[in-house]
């Protein structure tokens, strides 16, 4: 059978009828069924992919910007940090190095305390653009002018109650002649209030200059290292110590920021994949509703499918005609599904707003009709663990990946009603009218 019939015939199939009463047949129905589950089941799955990659997107960058830098260099057998430090600055590539020293300790301030990371770091790192970049200066400056300056995070700041001005005393231990453990107490003035826009690392860190940490803070209890930056972090997370090795000075070794922090960019990188698994269900589940259509469509279609073999239509014919229809009612989908995910992942903060405010009045009236105490703020994503707002990078590619696997997995469940249609004879179809 030539292809203009063919399609002709095809075209028919899927347009559909009308009956007696003016109403469409049911196949027509099951297809623009079979388009809509396509599509809802890609919006979820292409917002959670966008919402997850900026998430862990942000959060890595924070984590390598602020904390881990793009390379770390350690001593093994030498102490000679500045040597270290102007090695690195001198390497090709590499656009900044600094000391630093970390410890652990107690804040103390207005008759409260928490538990803080401290962090000693040269003014050149917070000065640097890639550190303003993610660090917010929210109240105060991010100058460590006097040796005691101190700058604290946002979250730790709000425990505290701390301003800009405000005197907080570092508690750190060391280590007696005796070998017990004994107190030391450091008075800091604090600076500045900052942000990284991420709780979990607001909470945490304190900062001091670098050579006043080294000086204060217990030898036996803290840590030093160079800090290094280099370009593209992600693109190459590499370049940085690879620049530095073999130019660093005798008794260094230098570690990338994979290395540094493994577990946690392996434990993102896990999270996202679970998301994903458990979305593509809803696409799998969509490429059944797909087969189903089909599969009434040819039931209803049994006199179509019979006049086209009487006309010399082969059974090659017919399953091409179901199979390509399949792959067009995913394409059709998947089409207006990514457009949707697309829209709602560029709209997600303004999204997650819109819920917030809606549950808070929500939960707010609710408990003045019902005489309660005040609920407390309610937070569709949890500042203690996720970003205060989600970056949002579309990724056309990986998009395109997913469409054109739900066009090819709603091929392959049309597989069945075309082989089915195939085996239907001209006699069954036009018996079934």
């Known amino acids: ?27 027509r129905k099951a297809l623009a069924g079979a388009v809509l589950s396509v599509a809802l089941s890609l919006v979820p799955l292409i917002t959670v992919m966008q ?102 995070g946002s979250a730790m700041a709000a425990k505290l109650g701390l301003s800009p001005g405000d005197p907080v005393n570092l508690i ?7 070998g017990g453990m004994l107190p030391r107490v450091t008075m800091l003035v604090v600076r500045g209030i900052v942000s990284a826009g991420y709780r979990d690392l607001d909470a945490q860190w304190l900062f001091m200059r670098q050579d006043t940490a080294a000086r204060v803070l217990p030898k036996e209890n803290s840590r030093s290292f160079v800090g290094i930056k280099a370009d593209d972090p992600f693109g190459r997370p590499y370049a940085a110590r690879d620049a530095v090795e073999g130019r660093l000075p005798a008794g260094f070794t230098a570690y990338s920021w994979r290395d540094v922090e493994r577990n946690l960019f392996e434990s993102l990188a896990s999270t996202r994949t679970m998301l994903l698994l458990i979305m593509a269900v809803t ?59 697309m829209l709602a992942s560029l709209r997600i903060n303004d999204v997650l707003a819109l819920i917030e405010k809606t549950a808070n009045v929500a939960r707010k009236v609710s408990a003045t009709l019902s005489g309660g105490a005040a609920p407390e703020v309610f937070k569709v994503l949890d500042p203690a663990y996720y970003l205060e707002t989600i970056p949002v990078d579309v990724r056309f590619g990986e998009i395109a990946v997913v469409v054109a696997a739900t066009v090819a997995l709603s091929f392959v469940a049309a597989l069945g009603p075309a082989r089915r249609a195939a085996a239907l004879s001209p006699l069954d179809g036009f018996r079934k009218r």
């Open 283 to 341: 696409v799998a589940v969509a490429a059944v509703n797909v087969s189903s259509a089909l599969t009434t469509l040819v039931l209803e279609r049994g006199q179509e499918i019979a006049v086209m073999k009487s006309l010399g239509a082969g059974p090659a014919d017919l399953a091409r005609i179901f199979s390509l229809g399949g792959a067009a009612i995913g394409g059709l989908g998947a089409a207006i599904g990514a457009a949707g995910g």
């Open 172 to 178: 750190s231990l060391k280590k007696g002649r005796d």
């Open 1 to 27: 059978m030539t292809g203009s019939p063919v399609v002709f015939v095809a075209a028919r199939f899927f347009v559909g009828r009308r009956d007696a009463d003016g109403a469409r047949d049911q196949a």
């Open 51 to 152: 919402v997850a990659d900026g998430m862990i997107q942000g959060i890595s960058a924070r984590y390598v910007e602020l904390g881990t830098y793009h390379a770390q260099a350690y001593p093994y057998a030498s102490s000679d940090y500045a040597a270290a430090r102007d090695a690195a600055l001198l390497s090709p590539g590499i656009t900044g190095a600094w000391i630093e020293t970390q410890s652990v300790g107690v804040a103390f301030a207005n008759g409260r305390r928490e538990g803080v990371a401290v962090r000693g770091v040269e003014q050149g790192f917070l000065s640097a653009p890639s550190t303003a970049a993610y660090l917010r200066v929210e109240s105060g400056e991010a100058i460590l002018a006097k040796p005691y300056d101190a700058l604290v």
